[in-house]
């Protein structure tokens, strides 16, 4: 049987977001995802709360994907879920209700690296841009990842550089705490550096061998100077946040530009596509759009909505595994240190 219209329902709760999206073939018919916003008050993501909000949030998250995508269950070809990288009690809660709805709609169930999910979610239709063609270097840059991957195909990929401490992320949070900012402070270090003069303050650049990332010196770095400075002026981070922000954001983004161009000169591939949260960071995306005109590269960023966690991306991985009937068993439990 030739099967014209595919539609799979797709879960992804590996961390902080519960989120549900159902996809006819590679177009999104909908993309719900509830963040939890319980973690903000502890600064970072408290792992045991995350699980209860999944539970909160699951069936709420995919009735209202069906009902957006106006499909009724009846209809679903496939379901699709996160098996892993991520927080163990996190994925369990998918990884159940997965395995569950299959079995009570008796229809295959595929288990997804959210890795790997990350990078194919540049194929998602969309009709503002085409998707990278292979072979192409990806890059996931997020609050739990930062790894640049050789694509050579949908599923044949390696990883040739991550981070060996902090993600990049962490490396935004942690700073933007450091100055008083609220968690995620990412976004907020992205706006105040806008402002500001990213050579007012000098970080030295983490040294590591070839392609991978270290970002917890950096992290010390900006307390001590900042621990050091107020002593003296106890004013210190409110009279020069933005100049601060800017010269962190500035670091951050020379240490990805430093390893892109490394990773290019190593496998003399031009095309590169990001992805992950810290994709949508102002500096990163300028850069990489110069690198376009400076070194003649290709340079794909997908919409944010497919940026960040989310599980539209997990429901395009799910179909072209579906197209490769690559399927599980009801014996699959979540793998939270699972790779590519
Ligand atoms: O992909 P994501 O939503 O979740 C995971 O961590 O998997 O990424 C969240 C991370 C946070 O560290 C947040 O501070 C960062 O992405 N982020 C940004 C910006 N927007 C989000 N970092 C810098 N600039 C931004 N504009
Ligand atoms: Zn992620």
């Known amino acids: 049987m030739k099967l014209e219209n595919i539609y799979i329902l797709a879960i992804e709760s590996s961390c902080d977001d519960t989120a549900c999206s159902i996809l006819q073939n590679n177009v999104v018919l909908s993309n719900v995802v509830a963040t939890q916003k319980i973690h903000e008050e502890y600064g970072g993501v408290v792992p045991e709360l995350a699980s209860r909000a999944h ?14 995508a106006n499909i009724t269950k009846k209809q679903l070809n496939a379901i699709a879920f996160t098996a892993g990288p991520g927080l163990m009690g996190s994925l369990l809660v998918g990884v159940s209700f997965a395995k569950s709805f299959a079995l009570a709609l008796n229809i295959p169930l595929i288990d997804v690296n959210h890795m790997q999910g990350h990078l194919l979610a540049h194929f998602i ?11 192409f270097l990806g890059m996931t840059i997020s609050g739990g ?11 044949k990929m390696e990883v040739i550089g991550e981070t060996i401490d902090d993600a990049i992320g962490e490396a935004f949070d942690k700073s933007a705490k450091t100055l008083g900012l609220p968690y995620p402070g990412g976004p907020l270090i992205d706006k105040y550096a806008k402002l500001g003069n990213p050579k007012a303050f000098h970080f030295t650049k983490p040294k590591v061998d070839g392609l991978n990332f270290s970002f917890s010196g950096f992290k010390t770095a900006v307390l001590y100077l900042v621990q050091r400075e107020t002593k003296l002026h106890p004013n210190f981070v409110s009279e020069n946040l933005n100049d601060l922000c800017a010269s962190i954001q500035h670091t951050l983004v020379h240490i990805v530009l430093d390893k892109l161009k490394k990773a290019v000169a190593q496998t003399g591939i031009t095309t590169i596509a990001i992805g992950g949260g810290v994709s949508a960071n102002s500096g990163i995306r300028e850069m990489l759009q110069n690198t376009e005109k400076r070194f003649g590269w290709t340079v794909h960023i997908p919409k944010f909505e497919y940026t ?3 599980a539209a991306m997990i429901g395009i991985t799910g179909y072209y595994k579906f197209l490769n009937k690559e399927f599980t068993n009801l014996k699959i439990t979540a793998s ?4 590519i």
């Open 55 to 68: 539970q909160q949030n699951i069936v709420p998250v995919i009735d209202s994907a069906l009902k957006k």
């Open 125 to 135: 239709k969309d009709n503002d841009s085409l998707p990278p063609l292979f072979p």
């Open 145 to 155: 990842h930062t790894q640049i991957v050789t694509v050579t195909d949908y599923f």
């Open 308 to 310: 960040t966690d989310n």
């Open 336 to 339: 939270p240190r699972s790779k």
